[in-house]
Nanobody
Framework: QVHLAESGGGLMQTGGSLRLSCAAS????????MAWFRQAPGKEREFVAA????????YYREFLKGRVTISRDSAESTVYLDLNNLKPEDTAVYYC???????????????WGQGTQVTVSS
């Protein structure tokens, strides 16, 4: 079992930046990849970015490229999401997930965190 805990959310300003963290605990040796998804009010959960924990390969949602960076500290089993030039449409609950594959499909990921709320004010 893997437990994921997100942190770093809150109220942000348009044009600002944020860093979210996701710390994994438990059977972290089983983790191949970790990812970030988000869910805005009234919308479906959508993929943001993913990273493999060993090689560091990354996968980004196309329309967020240039504003988002995913990184990891494999020794600490922690992944980070940096999002800059924040926009009100970035407002969402951001979820961390871990799984066997690297990609945008939610079914690749076995365990999910509780999420952290990010609100971007205009």
């Amino acid at each position: 079992q893997v437990h994921l805990a997100e942190s770093g959310g809150g109220l942000m300003q348009t044009g600002g930046s944020l860093r979210l963290s996701c710390a994994a605990s438990g059977r972290t040796s089983d983790i191949y990849a970790m990812a970030w998804f988000r869910q805005a009010p009234g919308k479906e959960r959508e993929f943001v970015a993913a990273i493999s924990m060993v090689g560091g390969s990354t996968y980004y949602r196309e329309f967020l490229k240039g504003r988002v960076t995913i990184s990891r500290d494999s020794a600490e089993s922690t992944v980070y999401l940096d999002l800059n030039n924040l926009k009100p449409e970035d407002t969402a609950v951001y979820y961390c997930a871990e799984g066997d594959g690297l990609g945008p499909a939610a079914h690749l990921y076995r365990h999910w965190g509780q999420g952290t709320q990010v609100t971007v004010s205009s």
